[in-house]
DNA sequence: CCGGGACAATGACCCATGTCAACAACTGGG
DNA sequence: CCCAGTTGTTGACATGGGTCATTGTCCCGG
């Protein structure tokens, strides 16, 4: 799942991060702006240190003074209830932007944690606001990915409220499919960066369904699977699937 | 439920909208502009004829021009699936913005439906782009306003993700009576525009499991329930019960 | 190469909620 | 004011998926 990593030590002097350079130009927010836009836009991002494995983007609680983007690993954004119980509220891919969610209230609300070695673009989203209202074009741009999230959040509250649990799993990994897809990696052989517990979470189902249906997703000749390694092998059939509600 | 109701026969002058006086303006788009910002706003807001009871203020597939902003009265927004199916996405009150998940698209990817008659302003959303980049502090309450959107239904996919029937009724209860609270309306004595089956449905419950829980928080003391009518008699067991999780 | 701890898979059982069916109550049109 | 159609309520029964318990597998450190 990771591609491109830097490498052991972190040099001390300023990290390259040039968008015009990145190989996810084209799904992140610079699309469509101009060379000149774009400078501006690479001043204000900051590139930190990559994340380990478990480590915390930003916890629940946590002002909210930044936007991030992904470069290369993923992430889980989860909340924690009054009962310390956790549910999952995402996985996300590089390209994506966590943290608009906090913009309303101004405090993060919810945890961001890396699935694996993951490297981010840190935006203080102050100065992107203002760039935003001098280029027009990143404005629309942010406004787009907002409402995109808010339609793919749409489409999860469907699987959630409708669908069986095999509709469910089948509709998560359509949707990891696509979006490795848009990544130009491999739409049908692909790694799951989190544990079957958070995808059992994510889902609203127990683990044990989860495992289960793996299972029989294989035995049906529709996937293999090996832990985290997936290779999906009747991609119609996943789809019929996802569409059937359990009014079905 | 509504409440800013025009009356009867439709004017052919332009029908006044006025931001200003509006007695929503502190919570839908203008809070926070200028007098003169205002005025600008105004200008482009159209002030259409109220929606009668099942009509659509738009529908799925239809081309994404403008935003709406309720004035009074209720919508719902629901998808339509291949086999005909509804899925309804959520239920909208005077203030509330409309159509925000189409900009990705430009497309409409949900129909939204009066539940009783409702009269909404239409935002055209080129010149509200075009104006935002004028004015930071209309493009900022637009991000805000669309951030807040994104929590919400995080909110939603954590109940349809995790929680017991009745949990998921006395949440959408409890949200129901913050929105009418936030709106000057009582917090405990209200009507739901919609039928038993929309929420059901927008649950991700059978009608007759909404039914008998209605019934039941009824024979608790919970609520006063009388068709539409609902009076919230205890709301700290509701919000006990909205908390819960099928876990513990 | 071995051992411990986390993670995953599988089986047996049970409950919450869906389904089907009958009925009751309300609503609007004539 | 009545009747038909729609919407809501209630009961009996079926089942998908949760829970608990056991066993298997991987992975990392020593």
Known sequence: MSSVQESGAISLKRLQTACESCSLFQLCLPLELAHDDLEELDHIIKQRRPLQRGEYLFQMGNEFRAVYAIRSGSL????????????????????????????TTGTHPCSARALETTSVCEIPFDRLEELGSRIPGLQRQLLRIMSHEILMEQDTMIWLGKKSA???????????????????????????????????????????????????????????????????????????MAGADHTN
Chains 1, 2 share one sequence.
């Open 76 to 103: 889980k954004t989860f909340t924690t209830t009054d009962g310390g119980e956790e549910q999952v509220t995402g996985f996300h891919l590089p390209s994506e932007l966590v943290g608009l969610d906090a913009i």
């Open 166 to 240: 095999e509709a469910r799993l089948a509709a998560l990994l359509l949707r990891f499919s696509s979006r490795f897809k848009a990544r130009k990696f491999s739409a049908c052989d692909f790694n799951l960066s989190m544990s079957r517990t958070d995808i059992a979470n994510y889902l609203g189902l127990a683990v044990e369904t989860v495992s289960r249906l793996f299972s029989r997703f294989q035995t049906e000749g529709l996937l293999e699977v090996d832990r985290k390694h997936v290779l999906i092998k009747d991609m119609d059939a996943l789809q019929r």
